[in-house]
């Protein structure tokens, strides 16, 4: 489709542009006026499809909530080991004074 970007209306124009001939590795335009002309490919849509597809059965929100305490049960997990770590650490310091 051959086109100019029309200032007045801030959008792609196609008045008085018109497609003469086209082949797979050019296109040619005429115009009745001279201005910025381009020409606009309709490219087809991929097919979008979710990444992870829930299970048969179970609603997305049971997912979501799933992962949701999963991750704040390995967040725990770590906040206890840290703690851990931190207490045992600073045991080994008093035992060597």
């Not at 967040?75 to 310091?93: I, Q």
Request: net charge positive.
């Amino acid at each position: 489709m051959c086109v100019f970007y029309n200032v007045a209306t801030s959008s792609w124009d196609s008045s008085g542009v018109t497609l003469t001939s086209i082949s797979s590795t050019f296109a040619t335009c005429s115009s009745t006026h001279l201005t910025g002309f381009s020409l606009l490919q309709q490219v087809p849509a991929a097919p979008v499809s979710p990444i992870v597809t829930p299970p048969a059965g179970l609603p997305a929100g049971i997912i979501a909530l799933i992962a949701v305490l999963a991750a704040l049960a390995a967040l725990a997990l770590l906040a206890v080991l840290f703690a851990y770590a931190r207490r045992k650490k600073s045991d080994e310091e008093r035992l060597k004074m």
